[in-house]
């Protein structure tokens, strides 16, 4: 069974910090690039950050670039979101995603809520 697990969301003042982390079990982990995405209300899910299967390699939305760091522990099946000066346009679920594109795979978590707010 499937199942990717976040915690590490809550409330945080804008400035703050927050890191998010998503337990992957039931499938191979290194075997799948790891995803961050987040939607915020009334909008469409936008991808945050990625990261590839061994880890070499991350991308970021020009909105987080410098703010957000994405790693991952193959040996924890966990990825990680660092977010560092958060801003009140960063509320939002946020999801992890597994992806294998070459089988047309996808794995959603339930997500996490982070809400900045004074």
């Known amino acids: 069974q499937v199942q990717l697990i976040e915690s590490g969301g809550g409330l945080v003042q804008p400035g703050g910090s927050l890191k998010l982390s998503c337990a992957a079990s039931?499938?191979?982990?290194?075997?799948?690039?790891m995803n961050w995405y987040r939607q915020a209300p009334g909008k469409e899910r936008e991808l945050v950050a990625g990261?590839?299967?061994?880890?070499?390699?991350?991308n970021y939305a020009d909105s987080v670039k410098g703010r957000f760091t994405i790693s991952r522990d193959n040996a924890k099946n966990t990825v990680y979101l660092q977010m560092n000066s958060l801003k009140p346009e960063d509320t939002a679920v946020y999801y992890c995603?597994?992806?294998?594109?070459?089988?047309?795979?996808?794995?959603w978590g339930q997500g996490t809520q982070v809400t900045v707010s004074s």
């Open positions: 995603n597994a992806r294998r594109s070459a089988f047309h795979i996808n794995y």
């Open positions: 039931g499938f191979t982990f290194s075997n799948y690039a």
């Open positions: 990261i590839t299967a061994a880890g070499i390699s991350t």
